[in-house]
């Protein structure tokens, strides 16, 4: 059972918009930053989104990030078949430490 | 550009020790100043971050695995390591290392990893 919580898969057709939520409580999302990282298959995770918003250089623009209160969320825009992969969020807890989502599989129709 | 390697036994005994080395190439381990962190991944499951520690060696763990993990650093070789004592085979899994980008100043932390090493199988069996 993971502290944040992801719905396990999203799917859309190439071209369309997709959004990963991931939830959280006060002690993670309230006052802290969100990262968000891609998994292709066989691969490890790859920094996709940190302090929230921002992207690493290389990351293009089609990904987004934000977050309210103690919710967060990962946009995709115009879905492309090697977005095909996994997708984990991630935080500091103020009683954990570090935390991670369980992961949303994302699958290109 | 930093790269990380994770190395180690790929094959452990329930009861012993999981050992591991993370070797930074392309920058310091120490310049400049990181956190540097374990995450693991069991087959088909999620992620599950192990502990992380300040180029100093300062250090941070799971509460939930703090009584079996150890993370030590030698700056010398640029390297960072991992333990893991008392295996069971639910520690199966591939253990990646990462440059930990955590910050708490201010009133609210950033916590992010990356890069990752492409991470090693372990599996504990008899």
């Known amino acids: 059972q993971s502290v944040l919580t992801q719905p396990p898969s999203v799917s859309a057709a190439p071209g369309q918009n997709v959004t990963i939520s991931c939830s959280g409580s006060n002690s993670n999302f309230k006052n802290n930053f969100v990262s968000w990282y891609q998994q292709l298959p066989g691969t490890a995770p790859k920094l996709l989104i940190f302090?929230?918003?921002k992207r690493p250089t290389g990351i293009p623009d089609r990904f987004s990030g934000s977050k309210s209160g103690t919710s967060a969320t990962l946009g995709i825009t115009g879905l492309q078949p090697g977005d095909e992969a996994d997708y984990y969020c991630g935080t500091w807890d103020s009683s954990l430490d570090v935390v991670f989502g369980g992961g949303t599989k994302v699958t290109v129709l | 550009q930093l790269q990380l390697q994770e190395s180690g036994p790929g094959l452990v005994k329930p009861s012993e020790t999981l050992s591991l080395t993370c070797t930074v190439s392309g920058g310091s381990i120490s310049n400049p100043p990181s956190y540097w962190g374990w995450i693991r991944q069991s087959p088909g499951k999620g992620l599950e971050w192990l502990g992380s520690l300040y180029y100093t060696g300062a250090t941070h763990y799971n509460p939930s695995l703090e009584s079996r993990v150890t993370v030590s650093v030698d700056t010398s070789k640029n390297q960072f390591s991992l333990k893991l004592t008392s295996v069971t085979a639910a520690d199966t899994a591939v253990y990646y290392c990462?440059?930990?980008?955590?910050?708490?100043?201010?009133?609210?932390?950033?916590?992010?990893?990356?890069?990752w090493g492409p991470g090693t199988l372990v599996t504990v069996s008899s």
């Open positions: 990462a440059r930990d980008g955590l910050d708490c100043g201010g009133s609210a932390c950033t916590n992010w990893f990356d890069p």
């Open positions: 302090d929230t918003n």
